[in-house]
């Protein structure tokens, strides 16, 4: 949604990187450039107007260190003002004292309130909440059904006592709920409201009454972030009828401009909440204004990805198959390769994943072009193999190979393409933890004890003291001589097998995955 503002910001930023200071003519002119950026963003005048003062003031202000050139001072300067036109800090719900929490939902219709009640109602869950989800949406066809669907994906209990589709009193269903909650002990109640395809006084009389009947603790606003400064002007005329605690920004993956996520915030005074940015349900995250900002400045969002690997990823399956990989004794095989794509494709698509690392902002026609088709390719692939030829790809001969492509629907040169790159990987991670066996605290002794060890297996006397005072002291300290092989690795580090030591999980898949094996 943001890659153009973010392209702009970038080519902005990169005329500055020449320059060894900041001259009033240079802030002048980036913040012009800025400026522009932000309008053809749709970002709302106001904001935009505040955004550029602020950054006027601050670059001609005596805040700028010393110790980051220009690019970096205007960067830091953009970030800290991002932040703060998107809420400043992270906000989240509050609970009731007493459960059960009403959180209501209102909004225009086609918003995406029903599917993000469920969204919600599953984040909830997975928090150690009892969420019960209420139709209180009895006028558009089949709401009532939809929020039923969805509930039984999300898991959680859906309150629906009248048909919708016209007939029943979505008033009386919200208050009703609240008491049905409190006996079947839920402790969130989650109201979906009706919607209508514009603003007008009998919308806002339904949420008001909704809003004074449930007295709920959160009123999220759900907006389409797609419809630009349309969605300030409706999130003001809610804000004038009923009254919002918070704002659920919807639809972020779309391709417009972003303009209302970095407007609402500011011109509403109210906290963006939550943001879905997919069609599933597991497509829903906190709204974080710095991460939001870090992304639009092209820098990434390490946390949030870590966040989704920890959701993802069984830690107990990652850490036997990281010990099995770095182990050397090749009991790392292709069963343990696909369980560990298999729980990061959970994260979701490889062009979002990728899309959260730092520096890939450059890289994103390159992302945009993932095939998440060759992922299936390769499941295909592994499941045509036997057990025996998972565990040890070396059996694989050319008949084994035909056969798989066969069964795979694939050419015998894809099957190749995977043993080799699998192959690959697995040698480079097995070197990296022999190699990292050898430190302090990795369980594998370290470089004293090793030469200890050396010494004592040649014997007292056994090597021949060097008339050169540098090579005599280099051999009194233990240090390899420059025409010497070095006994141990490469880096001097002694190479010990059944080692502790274990990378972080995922890391042997995102590098296989990103074809750095080859």
Do not use: C, W
């Not at 269903?173 to 402790?187: F, G, I, K, N, P």
């Amino acid at each position: 949604m943001f890659d153009t503002l973010q392209d702009r910001l970038a080519a902005t930023f990169k005329n500055l990187r020449n320059k060894g200071r900041l001259t009033d003519a240079d802030i002048d002119s980036t913040a012009r450039e800025i400026r522009i950026a932000l309008l053809e963003a749709d970002v709302n005048l106001s904001v935009v107007k505040e955004f550029i003062a602020a950054l006027k003031q601050r670059a001609h202000g005596e805040e700028l260190s010393k110790a980051l050139n220009p690019t970096q001072q205007i960067v830091k300067i953009v970030n800290e003002e991002l932040i703060e036109i998107l809420g400043g800090a992270t906000r989240t719900i509050q609970f009731a004292k007493n459960p059960p929490t009403v959180i209501m939902l209102a909004g225009l219709q086609g918003a995406g309130k029903t599917t993000l009640a469920g969204k919600l109602a599953k984040h909830l869950k997975e928090g150690k909440h009892s969420p019960l989800l209420v139709a209180a949406d009895l006028q558009r066809p089949n709401a009532v059904q939809q929020l039923q669907v969805v509930g039984e994906r999300a898991g959680v209990s859906v309150y629906a006592p009248q048909p919708g589709n016209g007939v029943g009193d979505p008033i009386q269903v919200a208050r009703d709920s609240v008491e049905y909650a409190r006996t079947q002990l839920h402790d969130v109640v989650i109201v979906d409201t009706a919607g209508r395809l514009g603003v007008d006084e009998e919308m806002i009389a339904q949420a008001r009454d909704i809003k004074q009947a449930t007295n709920p603790d959160e009123t999220l606003f759900v907006v389409d972030a797609m419809i630009g400064q349309d969605a300030v002007n409706t999130a003001r005329a809610f804000e004038d009828g009923v009254g919002v605690s918070g704002v659920v920004l919807t639809k972020l993956d779309g391709d417009a401009r972003g303009g209302a996520a970095l407007s609402i915030a500011k011109v509403l005074g109210k906290p963006i909440m939550f943001a879905s940015n997919g069609e599933k349900l597991e497509d829903f995250d906190v709204f974080h204004p710095d991460r939001m900002a870090s992304r639009i400045l092209g820098m990434g969002d390490m946390l949030t990805l870590i966040e989704q690997a920890e959701k993802a990823f069984d830690k107990k399956q990652s850490q036997e198959a990281a010990a099995k990989l770095l182990s050397g004794k090749g009991e790392f095989g292709l069963d343990d390769f696909l369980a560990q794509m298999q729980q990061m494709r959970r994260m979701g698509p490889m062009s979002k994943i990728f899309g959260m690392l730092p520096g890939m902002g450059q890289m994103k026609d390159a992302i945009a072009n993932i095939d998440e088709k060759q992922i299936d390719r390769i499941e295909a692939i592994i499941y045509s193999m036997t057990p025996a030829e998972r565990a040890d790809v070396s059996i694989l001969n050319g008949s084994r190979r035909a056969r798989i492509a066969r069964g795979s629907g694939v050419e015998v040169k894809d099957v190749n393409e995977l043993v080799k790159r699998f192959t690959e990987a697995k040698k480079m991670m097995s070197r990296m933890g022999s190699m990292m066996g050898g430190l302090p605290g990795m369980g594998g002794g370290n470089r004293k004890q090793a030469r200890a060890q050396q010494r004592k297996k040649k014997g007292r006397g056994g090597r021949k003291v060097s008339g050169n005072p540098a090579k005599r002291a280099a051999q009194a300290s233990g240090k390899p001589q420059a025409d010497q092989k070095p006994v141990e690795s490469p880096f001097g580090i002694p190479q010990t097998q059944g080692s502790d030591f274990q990378l972080p999980p995922n890391v042997a898949q995102m590098l296989k995955d990103s074809g750095l094996g080859n």
